[in-house]
């Protein structure tokens, strides 16, 4: 059993075969599926529920990415608190702080992000966070966590660190507020000891994996459009670093989502 905690599917990339992909999924043994439902910001906010909607195996999340933060709106903020009540949105995001383009500005990153952290604490869901500091630099990491121990460690509800490419100092924070660190495939990347340094020290019950397809394809589809049967290589290399078998992370990173997110078997269906 695998679990791919956080794809982007909804995109034009898939246009043409998005059934086979996830047929191909299912026969890689992926069970559930987690679609971000940030599509390409404000206009396209519901794309993750319409795809929830058409795969049993898929559920869904809502949120504006730091990119699209200039272009939030009031009227996106209250589409938003009405999408989340939807049956399949399980998780608030992604959403946080990205400074390696800038997209939009830095302050107003910051308002969007603490906007929808109070919205994603009325709907009682966790929050999907993405962070991206500027080069040779913590800069985002700081503000970001800094954001989420002053508003959000308190809360219950926790969440993930998506794609995480922090420090183990970054990951022991999230953790302590009640995160789960994600690893996509980039961890399987020549230049990325610093991301599989950390992947081997945290308790193996804190840890998702994931695609972020259609981005990160992992060694040996780098190059190619990522797809969510790839998530396998993201289990295979967590289980060498570790020196358990990849079907040992398989089955607990897959734990650890249903646990946290409460999926058991009554909700396979919904």
Not at 23 to 31: I, N, S
Not at 35 to 41: C, E, L, M, S, V
Not at 231 to 258: D, H, K, M, Y
Request: net charge negative; proline share 6%; aromatic share 8%.
């Amino acid at each position: 059993m695998l679990i791919d905690s956080h794809a982007h599917l909804e995109g034009e990339q898939y246009d043409p075969d998005r059934d086979q992909v996830l047929q191909r999924a299912r026969e890689a043994g992926v069970e559930r599926i987690l679609a971000i439902g940030i599509g390409n910001g404000p206009g396209s906010l519901d794309c993750a529920i319409k795809l929830a909607a058409q795969y049993d195996f898929v559920y869904a999340t809502v949120g504006i990415h730091p990119h699209d933060a200039k272009l939030a709106t009031e009227a996106d903020f209250a589409e938003l608190a009405a999408l989340a009540a939807r049956p399949k949105v399980i998780a608030w995001g992604e959403i946080g702080l990205d400074y390696v383009y800038d997209h939009s500005p830095r302050e107003v990153q910051k308002q969007a992000f603490l906007r929808q952290l109070e919205l994603a604490h009325n709907a009682k869901l966790p929050v999907i966070i993405h962070c991206r500091p500027s080069a040779n630099s913590e800069d985002a990491w700081n503000d970001c966590l800094s954001v989420l121990q002053q508003r959000w460690a308190s809360s219950p509800l926790g969440g993930i660190m998506h794609c995480f490419t922090g420090t183990l100092a970054h990951a022991t924070r999230a953790l302590d507020m009640g995160f789960l660190i994600s690893f996509a495939g980039n961890i399987t990347y020549p230049k990325s000891q610093g991301i599989r340094n950390v992947a081997k020290e945290l308790p193996l019950d804190r840890i998702l994996i994931e695609t972020d397809c259609p981005f990160l394809a992992p060694v040996p589809f780098r190059g190619k459009r990522n797809e969510p049967a790839f998530v396998r290589e993201t289990a295979r290399q967590i289980g060498e670093l570790r020196g358990i078998p990849e079907e040992e992370v398989a089955t607990q990173t897959s734990t650890n989502f249903c646990n946290f997110f409460s999926l058991h078997e009554k909700h396979k269906s919904i």
